[in-house]
């Protein structure tokens, strides 16, 4: 009598497996499997596949901007060292984030650290320590680094550890010295762009052209969140099967939370900077400014106005205003240091919490004065 509960209970089972796998995210399912799958850090890899034919295996402390493939790396280089099963007894993962207290080193840690290793899989490598892997290791605190120091060296013949990081300076020089160093640097426009195509192309989504451009340089550099981008992006327009709509630019700058390239093109002009011949624009902005001349104060308040109650952060429009007044072509080495010093200024009282709207219409007014 319970024959067909059990029959329906099989045949929900891949229904849910299915489920799981369309909903997994892009970044874990398109993780590099193996250190030669992963992008652009080619001298890295090259040492590590040395490494990993030999079996000898340091201490390790990888470095560099987020997004570059860190820990895709040590993870491939694990997977590939003592295989799918075998890596779940002999790899410990911990993010320092959320545990970077002396109390985790002093226990989970080093438990795990002097644990005597398991038999070897004969398919694999599988040398005869563990690896203990740090992410986000710039986070713990120094005390815990300092107690991490005994620990290495203690278990050194059972135990690798690999640090991963952002910011090496952070790491105490007593930690970093028994590491061997690996710099990560930021993937390049190709690399990048190849990747995201890719993953485009398998998932079946279909793009607009310049929306792989727009994602780069949205993502400044971090392939992680270029493909988290995208993969909101795909869910955003393909609402079912039959119906999928194209990504558009504008749908990633939207998910990306930055700002219209046209505003910031607007704010530069109501302080009398004239857009770049290439520069994206519309009128939105200049029905804003109304009938104020361009470059005065009218019209900066105007758009500062504007701006305000569109909602944008402040932050986040000083970082895009400067990179547009940085990189202007025509506009002169001088003006564009008065406006450095400016921007520095604002930055710093919004860090004090200044009022942002107040803080922008400064920024503003001083921009109209430097490039007058």
Not at 162 to 173: A, G, K, P, Q, S
Not at 361 to 366: A, G, I, P, Q, R
């Amino acid at each position: 009598m319970f024959l067909p509960r059990q029959k329906s209970k099989s045949t929900k089972d891949p229904e849910k497996a299915a489920l799981a796998a369309a909903n997994r995210p892009w970044v874990e399912k398109y993780r590099p499997k193996s250190i030669e799958d992963v992008t652009a850090q080619d001298h890295t890899v090259n040492v590590l596949r040395k490494t990993l034919m030999s079996s000898n295996l340091p201490h390790m402390l990888f470095y560099g901007p987020p997004g570059t493939g860190k820990t895709s790396t040590i993870l491939a280089l694990a997977r590939q060292l003592f295989g799918p099963e075998l890596m779940k007894s002999r790899v410990l993962e911990l993010n320092a984030s959320d545990e970077r207290g002396i109390s985790v080193v002093r226990e989970k840690i080093k438990n795990f650290a002097k644990i005597a290793v398991s038999n070897a899989d004969v398919d694999f490598p599988c040398p005869p320590y563990k690896i203990i892997i740090l992410d986000e290791a710039d986070s713990m605190t120094q005390d815990a680094q300092s107690a991490l120091r005994r620990i290495m060296e203690q278990y050194s013949r059972i135990t690798r550890f690999c640090l991963v990081c952002n910011y090496v300076t952070r790491i105490i020089e007593p930690l970093a010295s028994r590491c061997s160093k690996f710099r990560f640097r930021m993937l390049d426009t190709t690399s990048t762009k190849d990747r995201l195509e890719l993953i485009a192309n398998t998932e079946g989504v279909k793009f607009e052209e310049g929306v792989l451009d727009t994602l780069i340089k949205t993502s400044d550099g971090d392939l992680r969140r270029a493909i988290t981008y995208l993969q909101s992006a795909a869910r955003l327009h393909n609402t079912s099967n039959s119906q999928r709509s194209a990504i558009t630019p504008a749908s990633i700058v939207e998910i990306a939370g930055v700002i219209p390239p046209e505003v910031i093109v607007e704010i530069g002009k109501a302080a009398g900077l004239e857009p770049p011949p290439d520069a994206e624009g519309d009128r939105v902005m200049e029905e804003a400014m109304g009938d104020a001349v361009k470059g005065s104060f009218e019209a900066c308040h105007r758009v500062t106005k504007k701006v305000a109650m569109e909602g944008y952060s402040a932050s986040q429009l000083l970082i895009q205003l400067h990179d547009y007044i940085i990189e202007h072509p025509t506009l002169p080495a001088k003006n564009k240091a008065k406006c450095a010093l400016a921007f520095g200024e604002a930055d710093k009282a919004l860090v004090d919490g200044a009022d942002e709207e107040l803080q922008l219409l400064n920024l503003t007014l001083k921009l109209l004065k430097s490039l007058q």
